[in-house]
């Protein structure tokens, strides 16, 4: 099983470049999100998709911008990187949306990001 | 600020002992869950445990809500060396669909 698979691994990028973080997941999930984590602070969410054609901003989503492709796939967009950008990205998918649902989130193995 | 905060930021034990971490949080909630992190991978789902509930078990782990003290403990019993990971309690709240994660505990367990 595959799960949550994310590309690339590892990135870097110059100020004002831009990139595409690349999200599948094949548990037939509908919830898709994308976290950020930083160092000394848990995980941020940047976007979530509750289901096939809708998204939505979480705590942290300026510089961002998200595409639900299809049920499996759910992209990030970094349209002019900046150094406060760099950080490990993680994308995780749930059967219904978090939250009171208690659906446990199955996470990627994230996507290491610097930004010089 | 975060809801929910643990406690110790860091640990370090012998292999064969207990291991506990504590999460405090703020507001009232749904339900907590705890989640581990090896090094250089994805968070992995731990345990479950609602608002109504005291405590839940599953092998090695015991979790306890104290929703009166707006906190949680999470128990490792009899610890390994593969339990070395950072853990994370994240807390739903009340109504609608915000997770929000702590910012973790390290484990260290020495063999």
């Known amino acids: 099983n595959a799960g949550v698979t994310q590309t690339p691994k590892f990135q870097v990028l110059k100020t004002g470049q831009s990139m595409t973080l690349q999200c599948a997941q094949d548990?037939?999930?509908?919830?898709m999100y994308w976290y950020r984590q930083d160092p000394g602070m848990g995980l941020r969410l940047i976007y979530y998709s509750a289901s096939e054609g809708t998204t939505d901003k979480g705590e942290v989503p300026n510089g961002y911008n998200v595409s639900r492709l299809n049920k499996r796939e759910f992209s990030l967009r970094l349209e002019s990187a900046a150094p406060s950008q760099t950080s490990v990205y993680f994308c995780?998918?749930?059967?219904?949306?978090?939250?009171?649902?208690?659906?446990?989130?199955?996470f990627g193995n994230g996507t290491r990001l610097t930004v010089t | 600020s975060q809801q929910g905060e643990e406690d110790p930021q860091a640990l370090s034990i012998q292999e064969g002992e207990n291991a506990t971490m504590n999460c405090s949080y703020k507001t009232s909630i749904n339900n907590l869950q705890w989640y581990r992190q090896n090094s250089g991978r994805g968070l992995v789902h731990l345990i479950l445990?609602?608002?109504?509930?005291r405590e839940k078990h599953s092998g090695r782990l015991r979790v306890t809500l104290d929703t009166s003290k707006k906190s949680s403990s999470l128990l490792i019993t009899a610890s390994r060396a593969a339990d070395t990971a950072s853990y994370f309690c994240a807390t739903a709240m009340e109504y609608g669909n915000k997770l929000v994660f702590g910012a973790g505990t390290i484990l260290r367990v020495k063999s």
């Open positions: 995780a998918s749930s059967e219904a949306l978090q939250g009171s649902s208690g659906r446990a989130l199955h």
């Open positions: 548990m037939n999930h509908n919830s």
């Open positions: 445990i609602r608002s109504n509930e």
